[in-house]
């Protein structure tokens, strides 16, 4: 049975400089401004899990992934073809993801979604 098929779930949504975190629904014509500060949120995906908001290594590695255009999203729209995808959770994950992407000529877009930052 597919998991998000059933339901239209909601999308997390994230205003890094803010370190605030929100569900919305994936309406993609509408921009949702953050209530703190009016910059547009970023689509996080499905299955974000913030970190708090005092911990700003975590929201660094945040920042650095959403950047790289990556959203945590663990199922494809049906959800029953993929699992959940790799994302780094520490500043050292993304460290070696960097330095490997220096060192073989990849995008950190790739590296950053790896498991093993030293194999494909």
Request: proline fraction near 8%; glycine fraction near 8%.
């Amino acid at each position: 049975m597919c998991v998000y098929a059933v339901a239209s779930y909601k999308v997390h949504h994230v205003c890094v400089p803010c370190r605030l975190s929100f569900k919305r629904h994936a309406d993609r014509s509408r921009v949702h401004p953050c209530p703190t500060c009016a910059r547009p949120l970023v689509s996080a995906g499905h299955d974000f899990a913030p970190p708090r908001r005092r911990d700003l290594r975590g929201w660094s590695v945040v920042a650095v992934v959403l950047g790289a255009g990556l959203r945590y999203e663990g199922r494809s729209a049906c959800g029953c073809a993929k699992e959940p995808g790799y994302r780094p959770r520490t500043r050292a994950d993304v460290r070696a993801r960097r330095i490997a992407a220096a060192r073989e000529g990849l995008p950190l877009a790739v590296a950053l979604a790896r498991p093993d930052a030293h194999t494909g």
